[in-house]
Nanobody
Framework: EVEFVESGGGLAQAGGSLRLSCAAS????????IGWFRQAPGKAREGVSC????????YYADFVKGRFTISRDNVKNMVYLQMNNLNPEDAARYYC?????????????WGQGTQVTVSS
């Protein structure tokens, strides 16, 4: 079982920033990457960003490139998603997930998510 503790969501104004945090623990089998995906009501799930465990390679979806940054702290076993220059289209529930490095990543385990709201 894999456990996730996500935080950092909330309300931001368009052009503003938020930082999401995630602590993941537990047996995740052959997972070799960690990342974030999002889902807005009535919309399909979208992979946002992920990072390879082996060498720290990163992947970003085109719609967040240049605005979002994924990072991890291996000492604290945390992963972060710094989100800058947010726009209303970024509003969604963001999920921290463990899976297989592609890229993009294919996720097998994820948390409950944290809500991001962006006001225009």
């Amino acid at each position: 079982e894999v456990e996730f503790v996500e935080s950092g969501g909330g309300l931001a104004q368009a052009g503003g920033s938020l930082r999401l945090s995630c602590a993941a623990s537990g047996d995740d089998g052959d997972a070799d990457a960690i990342g974030w995906f999002r889902q807005a009501p009535g919309k399909a799930r979208e992979g946002v960003s992920c990072m390879s465990d082996s060498d720290g390679s990163t992947y970003y979806a085109d719609f967040v490139k240049g605005r979002f940054t994924i990072s991890r702290d291996n000492v604290k076993n945390m992963v972060y998603l710094q989100m800058n220059n947010l726009n209303p289209e970024d509003a969604a529930r963001y999920y921290c997930a463990r899976g297989v490095w592609g890229p993009p990543c294919l996720y097998a385990y994820w948390g409950q998510g944290t809500q991001v709201t962006v006001s225009s």
